[in-house]
């Protein structure tokens, strides 16, 4: 039972476009909604998180779009540079429970 | 920041024997440990979840008694694969969390285990 839907599965962006990468949820319990980056062979590193009281939230370049009605919340990198070149994965969590969305493989050319 | 470790970084062995992975947190206490599997081009998937001193909490699916889960203290956790089988080869993540109140999650750089 997959509980975060992630899109697209790759995404390919020019250098200075924006990167927009979306999830949905069902469990309306999930109360932490957290984005990570992932280089080949390496673990997960957090990018920004957002909880459900906020409808968004922006670090440098990143922004998370959180819509509690629809259950959903998107991820949006402005000014994509290639070494944001990755796999993004989103989550949601309650507790101690941690899903993650399938990933979008993502490629910024140059 | 919080920084967590895993050792080692890769394995290989052959198939039967059995395989300890060391997920350390280095400058904080982490109160819960989680493992999770991670297969290529795959999402991260949860296998266990385990405080210090109590016994792990595993995932519907995950054979508790293959995959041997210890939180001995609050920087240490192992993850055993016991009998290993090639289709355990995989991506092994730890992560760690520092306190029961925050949903944050450290997680160390992986651990490759391919099983011939």
């Known amino acids: 039972q997959q509980q975060v839907k992630q899109s697209p599965q790759s995404l390919i962006v020019q250098k200075g476009g924006i990167s927009i990468i979306n999830c949905a949820y069902e469990?309306?319990?999930?109360?932490?909604f957290p984005w990570y980056q992932q280089f080949p062979g390496k673990g997960p590193a957090l990018l920004i998180a957002i909880r459900p009281d906020v409808s968004e939230k922006k670090e440098g370049r990143f922004t998370i779009s959180f819509n509690k009605s629809a259950k959903q919340f998107s991820l949006h990198i402005m000014d994509s540079q290639p070494g944001d070149s990755a796999t993004y994965f989103c989550?949601?969590?309650?507790?101690?429970?941690?899903?993650f969305g399938a990933g979008t493989r993502l490629t910024v050319k140059p | 920041g919080a920084v967590v470790s895993q050792h080692p970084s890769w394995v290989i062995c052959k198939s039967g024997t059995s395989v300890k992975i060391e997920c350390r947190s280095l400058?904080?206490?982490?109160?819960?440990m989680f493992w999770y599997r991670q297969f290529p081009k795959q999402s991260l998937m949860l296998m266990a979840t385990?405080?210090?001193?109590?016994?792990?909490?595993?995932e519907q699916g995950v054979e508790k008694d293959k995959f041997l889960i210890n939180h001995a203290s609050l920087t240490l956790s192992t993850l055993t694969v016991t009998s290993a089988h090639p289709e355990d080869s995989s991506f092994y993540i730890c992560?760690?969390?520092?306190?029961?109140?925050?949903?944050?999650?450290?997680f160390g750089p992986g651990t490759r285990l391919t099983v011939l």
């Open positions: 992560s760690a969390r520092d306190s029961p109140a925050k949903r944050r999650q450290y």
């Open positions: 400058d904080f206490q982490a109160t819960t």
């Open positions: 469990n309306t319990a999930f109360d932490y």
């Open positions: 385990s405080n210090e001193g109590s016994k792990a909490t595993y």
């Open positions: 989550a949601a969590s309650m507790n101690n429970d941690m899903r």
